[in-house]
C-alpha cells in the first residue's frame, strides 16, 4: 500500500467520522452510530473506496485500547468491587445461554454439523465492550452502577469468549477437542490478570515519580502510548497464535491490561487530571478510528433478503443473541425493573469481536456463505440498535 494512499484513506476516516458523529448527535443519536456509519458508508456495503488492512487494524486497536484505559481512569474503584457478584452473574448467564442455545439451535432446528453450530455458539457469546462505553460515555453514564456492573460483566464475558474460541476453532478444524489447548490459554489468561494489576500500581507510582523529575514536556503521553504498545505485544505472546493464526487470545488480554493499568494511576487528584488532559486528545483521534473499522468490516453486501431461510435462521440466533445477555440481568437485585434492562441492553453489542470470530470461521472453512450472512446480520442488528435503546432508556433509569 503506498503511503500517500494510506493517508488518503486517513484523511477519508477521521473527517467522515466526525461529520457523521457530529451530525448524529445533532439529531439526538449516539455519535458512536455516526462513526459506525461513516465506516459502513467507505466500505465494501458503500461506495467501496476503503479497505480493510492490517495498517488500520493496529490504529483501530490503538484506539479501543486508548478507550478502555480511559474507562479506567474515570472507574469508581469502590463501585466496581461492589458490583463483582453482580457482574459474574450477567456475564455467565450471558455466555453459558447464548451459547448452548446457538448450539441446541444450530443441531436440532437446523440440522447443522456440531463443530459449525459449537462456532455459532462461540461468535454469539461475544459482547463489544466498545459500543457500550461509547454510548455510556456520549451520554454521561459512566459512572453509575449501571455502569460498573457492565464493566465488569465485559471483561468476564470477553475472557470466557476467548477461551470458548480456542475449544471451537480446535473441534471444528481438528474434529478433536483438545482441552489441552484450551487449558493453555486459560493458564496464560489467569496469570496474565492476577499480574496486572500489581504491574499497574508499580508503573503508576514510577510515572508520577518521574513526571516530577522530567525536563521535556510531554512524558506522560510518551510513556503511556509507548507502555500500551509494549503491553499489547507482551500480552500477544501469552496467547495462542498457533491455534489460532491472526486472532491471539493475547488481543483480548492486551485490552483487558488497560482498565487495572488505568486504575492504578488514580492515585491522586491532580495527578490523575494530568493524565486525563495529556491523554485525552489522543484518545478523541483514536478511537473513532475503531468505531469506523467495525463499519468498514460489516459488509451488508452478503446478506441475501430474498431468502426465506435466512429470514427464519437470522430470526432464531437473533432470538438467542438478544434474550442470552438479555436474561442474566434479571437474576441480580437492581432497584427497578428499568435499571435491569439496561443492564441487559448493554450487553447485547456484538461488534468487532462477533466479527472477528465470524470471519475466523469463514476464512478456514467452517462456516458456509449462507452461514457466515446470518452471523453478519445478527452482528449488525445487536450492534446498531442497543445505542438507541440505551438513550432512550436512561431517561427512566431508578437513582
Given at each position: 500500500?503506498?503511503?500517500?494512499?494510506?493517508?488518503?484513506?486517513?484523511?477519508?476516516?477521521?473527517?467522515?467520522?466526525?461529520?457523521?458523529?457530529?451530525?448524529?448527535?445533532?439529531?439526538?443519536?449516539?455519535?458512536?452510530?455516526?462513526?459506525l456509519s461513516a465506516g459502513i458508508l467507505l466500505g465494501v456495503s458503500g461506495f467501496g473506496i476503503?479497505?480493510?488492512?492490517?495498517?488500520?487494524?493496529?490504529?483501530?486497536?490503538?484506539?479501543?485500547?486508548?478507550?478502555?484505559?480511559?474507562?479506567?481512569?474515570?472507574?469508581?474503584?469502590?463501585?466496581?468491587?461492589?458490583?463483582?457478584?453482580?457482574?459474574?452473574?450477567?456475564?455467565?448467564?450471558?455466555?453459558?445461554?447464548?451459547?448452548?442455545?446457538?448450539?441446541?439451535?444450530?443441531?436440532?432446528?437446523?440440522?447443522?454439523?456440531?463443530?459449525?453450530?459449537?462456532?455459532?455458539?462461540?461468535?454469539?457469546?461475544?459482547?463489544?465492550?466498545?459500543?457500550?462505553?461509547?454510548?455510556?460515555k456520549d451520554i454521561h453514564k459512566e459512572q453509575t452502577s449501571i455502569a460498573q456492573i457492565v464493566?465488569?460483566?465485559?471483561?468476564?464475558?470477553?475472557?470466557?469468549?476467548?477461551?470458548?474460541?480456542?475449544?471451537?476453532?480446535?473441534?471444528?478444524?481438528?474434529?478433536?477437542?483438545?482441552?489441552?489447548?484450551?487449558?493453555?490459554?486459560?493458564?496464560?489468561?489467569?496469570?496474565?490478570?492476577?499480574?496486572?494489576?500489581?504491574?499497574?500500581?508499580?508503573?503508576?507510582?514510577?510515572?508520577?515519580?518521574?513526571?516530577?523529575?522530567?525536563?521535556?514536556?510531554?512524558?506522560?503521553?510518551?510513556i503511556i502510548i509507548s507502555l500500551i504498545l509494549l503491553f499489547a505485544y507482551l500480552s500477544h505472546?501469552?496467547?495462542?497464535?498457533?491455534?489460532?493464526?491472526?486472532?491471539?487470545?493475547?488481543?483480548?488480554?492486551?485490552?483487558?491490561?488497560?482498565?487495572?493499568?488505568?486504575?492504578?494511576?488514580?492515585?491522586?487528584?491532580?495527578?490523575?487530571?494530568?493524565?486525563?488532559?495529556?491523554?485525552?486528545?489522543?484518545?478523541?483521534?483514536?478511537?473513532?478510528?475503531?468505531?469506523?473499522?467495525?463499519?468498514?468490516?460489516?459488509?451488508?453486501?452478503?446478506?441475501?433478503?430474498?431468502?426465506?431461510?435466512?429470514?427464519?435462521?437470522?430470526?432464531?440466533?437473533?432470538?438467542?443473541?438478544?434474550?442470552?445477555?438479555?436474561?442474566?440481568?434479571?437474576?441480580?437485585?437492581?432497584?427497578?425493573?428499568?435499571?435491569?434492562?439496561?443492564?441487559?441492553?448493554?450487553?447485547?453489542?456484538?461488534?468487532?469481536?462477533?466479527?472477528?470470530?465470524?470471519?475466523?470461521?469463514?476464512?478456514?472453512?467452517?462456516?458456509?456463505?449462507?452461514?457466515?450472512?446470518?452471523?453478519?446480520?445478527?452482528?449488525?442488528?445487536?450492534?446498531?440498535?442497543?445505542?438507541?435503546?440505551?438513550?432512550?432508556?436512561?431517561?427512566?433509569?431508578?437513582?
Amino acid at each position: 500500500m503506498d503511503t500517500h494512499n494510506f493517508f488518503l484513506m486517513l484523511f477519508l476516516i477521521l473527517v467522515t467520522a466526525r461529520i457523521l458523529g457530529e451530525l448524529f448527535a445533532k439529531m439526538g443519536i449516539p455519535s458512536v452510530l455516526g462513526e459506525l456509519s461513516a465506516g459502513i458508508l467507505l466500505g465494501v456495503s458503500g461506495f467501496g473506496i476503503i479497505e480493510v488492512n492490517e495498517v488500520l487494524k493496529i490504529l483501530a486497536e490503538i484506539g479501543i485500547i486508548l478507550l478502555l484505559f480511559e474507562v479506567g481512569l474515570e472507574t469508581d474503584v469502590k463501585r466496581l468491587k461492589e458490583a463483582g457478584s453482580k457482574a459474574i452473574v450477567v456475564a455467565l448467564f450471558g455466555v453459558i445461554f447464548p451459547f448452548s442455545a446457538s448450539l441446541l439451535a444450530g443441531i436440532y432446528l437446523f440440522d447443522l454439523p456440531v463443530g459449525v453450530s459449537l462456532f455459532i455458539g462461540g461468535t454469539l457469546t461475544a459482547t463489544s465492550i466498545g459500543i457500550t462505553l461509547r454510548v455510556l460515555k456520549d451520554i454521561h453514564k459512566e459512572q453509575t452502577s449501571i455502569a460498573q456492573i457492565v464493566i465488569g460483566a465485559a471483561v468476564i464475558d470477553d475472557i470466557i469468549g476467548v477461551i470458548i474460541l480456542v475449544f471451537v476453532y480446535d473441534y471444528a478444524v481438528k474434529q478433536e477437542i483438545s482441552f489441552s489447548n484450551t487449558a493453555t490459554v486459560a493458564g496464560y489468561i489467569f496469570v496474565f490478570l492476577l499480574l496486572a494489576p500489581i504491574a499497574a500500581n508499580l508503573l503508576s507510582v514510577l510515572i508520577k515519580k518521574f513526571d516530577k523529575n522530567k525536563k521535556v514536556s510531554g512524558f506522560i503521553p510518551t510513556i503511556i502510548i509507548s507502555l500500551i504498545l509494549l503491553f499489547a505485544y507482551l500480552s500477544h505472546l501469552s496467547g495462542a497464535p498457533e491455534i489460532l493464526g491472526a486472532f491471539a487470545a493475547g488481543l483480548a488480554l492486551s485490552r483487558r491490561f488497560f482498565l487495572p493499568f488505568g486504575l492504578g494511576l488514580r492515585q491522586s487528584a491532580d495527578f490523575l487530571e494530568k493524565v486525563k488532559t495529556s491523554m485525552t486528545p489522543i484518545i478523541q483521534l483514536f478511537t473513532p478510528i475503531f468505531f469506523v473499522m467495525v463499519g468498514l468490516s460489516m459488509n451488508i453486501r452478503v446478506l441475501d433478503f430474498s431468502s426465506l431461510e435466512f429470514w427464519y435462521m437470522g430470526s432464531v440466533f437473533l432470538f438467542i443473541a438478544v434474550f442470552g445477555k438479555y436474561i442474566g440481568a434479571f437474576f441480580i437485585t437492581q432497584k427497578c425493573a428499568t435499571n435491569k434492562m439496561l443492564i441487559g441492553i448493554s450487553m447485547i453489542p456484538r461488534g468487532e469481536v462477533g466479527l472477528i470470530f465470524a470471519e475466523i470461521g469463514r476464512m478456514n472453512g467452517i462456516l458456509n456463505n449462507e452461514i457466515y450472512a446470518v452471523l453478519i446480520f445478527v452482528i449488525i442488528i445487536t450492534t446498531v440498535i442497543p445505542p438507541f435503546l440505551l438513550k432512550w432508556l436512561f431517561k427512566f433509569e431508578c437513582k
